[in-house]
């Protein structure tokens, strides 16, 4: 089991929670949330990136903020109002709070997010360059307008998506697997059949838990972050 810490943000702090696996010094995670928050679906993912191997950090964007899976409109506004400057310096900070960690190893460290964590986790990735080593966006990316300017992403990407997904359609998921690719980014999308969006919360907030098909997506973002963080 992990903890709730504070890390600094120029000047002020930020809470995240952190999960340390037994031996250490070890690769640092990112683990960015869905629109619900900092809820127990995400540090339960820290907790089992623990157990894996990783240092992991879970960021509350929100601050404070939740929103129960009953609640779709209120994590709605609270994903729509987050501020994309606080998010960016929150998401920094938690880098180099995992950076600076005792127990972490390495000059980068790798990123995963779930749905709004999906776009945020390629967001930072574009952003922050060498310091992001392996991105993993589950059901998420920052498509049209939202696209950044992709040109400083350094890390290889491996996407999963549901093949019936009605927050991020199918088609600008790949769409946007093209673009990177005509970039010369390594991007590996995987979409897994029959799935809706959000198939891998054991939570089951939208009725489309597949456990076969997260349990396949799990296996391959392990065996990614550990051939890209060592």
Same mark, same amino acid.
């Given at each position: /089991?992990? #903890?709730?810490?504070?890390?600094?943000?120029?000047?002020?702090?930020? %809470?995240?929670?952190?999960?340390?696996?037994?031996?250490?010094?070890?690769? !640092?995670?990112?683990?960015?949330?869905?629109?619900?928050?900092?809820?127990? @679906?995400?540090?339960?993912?820290?907790? %089992?990136?623990?157990?894996?191997?990783?240092?992991?950090?879970?960021?509350?964007?929100?601050?404070?903020?939740?929103?129960? &899976?009953?609640?779709?409109?209120?994590?709605?506004?609270?994903?729509?109002?987050? +501020?994309?400057?606080?998010? =960016?310096?929150?998401?920094?900070?938690?880098?180099?709070?995992?950076?600076?960690?005792?127990?972490?190893?390495?000059?980068?460290?790798?990123?995963?997010?779930?749905c709004m964590g999906g776009m945020l986790a390629l967001l930072v990735a574009a952003q922050q360059g060498?310091?992001?080593?392996?991105?993993? *966006?589950?059901? !998420?990316?920052?498509? $049209?307008?939202?696209? *950044?300017?992709?040109?400083?992403?350094?890390?290889?990407?491996? $996407? &999963?998506?549901?093949?019936?997904?009605?927050?991020? *359609?199918? *088609?600008? /998921? %790949?769409?946007?697997?093209?673009?990177?690719?005509?970039?010369?980014?390594?991007?590996?999308? &995987?979409?897994?059949?029959?799935? !809706? &969006?959000?198939?891998?919360?054991?939570?089951? +907030?939208?009725?489309?838990?597949?456990?076969? =098909?997260?349990?396949?997506?799990? #296996?391959?973002?392990?065996?990614?972050? %550990?051939? @890209?963080? !060592?």
């Amino acid at each position: /089991m992990g #903890e709730m810490i504070e890390f600094k943000n120029n000047g002020s702090s930020v %809470r995240g929670y952190l999960a340390i696996p037994i031996t250490t010094p070890a690769p !640092g995670v990112l683990v960015l949330q869905e629109w619900w928050g900092l809820v127990p @679906q995400i540090t339960h993912t820290c907790d %089992r990136l623990a157990d894996e191997g990783f240092v992991a950090l879970a960021p509350d964007l929100y601050h404070g903020e939740i929103a129960h &899976h009953t609640e779709m409109d209120k994590a709605a506004h609270l994903m729509t109002t987050l +501020p994309p400057d606080r998010a =960016a310096l929150d998401m920094r900070s938690a880098i180099d709070a995992l950076l600076d960690h005792v127990t972490v190893c390495g000059d980068a460290v790798g990123v995963l997010g779930f749905c709004m964590g999906g776009m945020l986790a390629l967001l930072v990735a574009a952003q922050q360059g060498p310091l992001i080593s392996a991105v993993v *966006p589950f059901y !998420g990316a920052p498509l $049209g307008d939202n696209a *950044p300017d992709w040109s400083n992403l350094r890390a290889p990407v491996l $996407g &999963h998506l549901a093949e019936n997904d009605d927050f991020f *359609p199918l *088609p600008a /998921m %790949r769409d946007l697997e093209t673009t990177l690719h005509s970039l010369g980014k390594n991007a590996t999308f &995987h979409v897994y059949p029959g799935t !809706g &969006h959000a198939f891998a919360n054991e939570e089951n +907030p939208i009725g489309t838990y597949n456990p076969d =098909a997260g349990k396949i997506a799990w #296996e391959r973002s392990v065996d990614f972050l %550990r051939a @890209q963080l !060592g």
